[in-house]
């Protein structure tokens, strides 16, 4: 009995090691794609950050504009007419933001379109921009919402 088990453990001795080495080459395959799977994840959040740092930055210049009017809030400089192209840069963590906006005017209808432009540099180094438009007229975006209440025929 004794020597049947060592003549089949005899047998199949090198099997084991095969068997071990396969399931290795497997797991270190499957362990370099996960790691390269984390490194496209964090690329991809830090793209994402950033892209949302660019919007931000657009939108904070787009509502800033739209709060100049001709009849400014009590406390305000800035009047419909300060309303013009310019550009800056803010820098967040590593990345340099760069906003141009662009005023276009329609003196027909006494409105104007703002463009904000927003470029910054990706961590490859690839240039990545997005722009935001709005149209804004010399009311007071304030007092603009007016409810305007019909009679109703019975």
Sequence with gaps: MIIMRYLNLKKSSGQLLVEVLITMAI???????????????????????QQHQ??????????????WSDNPPIGSVNTYDDIASGSEQKTYGNTVYTSTWTVTENSNLAYKTITVQV?????????????LSTIV??????????VIKLPVAY
Excluded: C, P
């Design 54 to 67: 660019a919007v931000s930055i657009a939108t904070d210049k787009l509502e800033e504009m739209e709060q």
């Design 137 to 146: 007229n010399s009311f007071n975006a304030l007092g603009s919402g007016l």
């Design 119 to 131: 470029q910054w540099s990706d961590i490859n180094g690839v240039s990545r921009q997005i722009s």
């Design 27 to 49: 797991l270190s395959v499957g362990l370099l794609g996960l790691i390269k799977l984390q490194g496209l994840v964090i690329f991809h959040s830090k793209y994402v950050w």
